[in-house]
């Protein structure tokens, strides 16, 4: 059972910068897609940013050229650098990661709460 540990959320200003990171328990080499998903209260959890192990990105229109999803095979995590941030980001962030096997399996972090406001 593959285990997400978020860290890095918090209060900013719009315009400012986070930097989220997602530790990983086993090794990320295998893992198919690793990324980011947010979910603002009212909404629907939707897809931030994601990376596979073919290094494919895939990347929400909303946070294309501000954001950016990386992947340390030695460190065993994901990140997702956030620039210029906005109200509207503001959301609780989920890591993310997808094991390919007879189907693809999805497993989640806990969230950590980004909230954007002066």
């Known amino acids: 059972q593959v285990q997400l540990v978020e860290s890095g959320g918090g209060l900013v200003q719009p315009g400012g910068s986070l930097r989220l990171s997602c530790a990983v328990s086993e090794s990320i080499f295998n893992i198919y897609s690793l990324g980011w998903y947010r979910q603002a209260p009212g909404h629907q959890r939707e897809l931030v940013a994601i990376?596979?192990?073919?290094?494919?990105?895939n990347y929400a229109d909303s946070v294309k050229g501000r954001f950016t999803v990386s992947r340390d095979n030695a460190k065993n995590t994901v990140d997702l650098q956030m620039n210029s941030l906005k109200p509207e980001d503001t959301a609780v962030y989920y890591c993310?990661?997808?094991?390919?096997?007879?189907?693809?399996?999805?497993?989640w972090g806990q969230g950590t709460q980004v909230t954007v406001s002066s």
């Open positions: 990376r596979t192990n073919g290094d494919y990105v």
């Open positions: 993310n990661a997808v094991i390919m096997k007879e189907r693809g399996y999805h497993y």
